[in-house]
């Protein structure tokens, strides 16, 4: 009898960015009063502090468990909804309004 097995299939992480933010959109309708996020990147971190620099999240945290690292977010219920546009593009200075107009 021959037996035929599929190689197993892993999920791969897109986006790490938009991951993060529709986690916080989810857990804000929600009325979570706190959201963990995980992996932990660069990109995410810093857009974080923006969003807390302009008041639509409370205290962040960066839990480092020497794999990819987690975030606890603390929510204050300020926040509508947020997503990341992806792909990623490059833009001048000049070209904000074209790509506002075309992408939202």
Known sequence: VLSCQLPLATM??????????????NAERRGK?????RPASKVVVKFL???????YIGNMELIDDHRAGKIIVT?????????AVCPRYDASVGEFERWQKSIL
């Open 49 to 55: 502090q923006v969003m807390q620099k302009h008041g």
């Open 33 to 37: 009063r706190q959201v963990l996020l």
């Open 75 to 83: 929510l204050n219920g300020r926040l509508n909804k947020c997503g």
């Open 12 to 25: 791969v992480l897109m986006s790490v960015l938009s991951n993060a933010l529709i986690s916080i959109t």
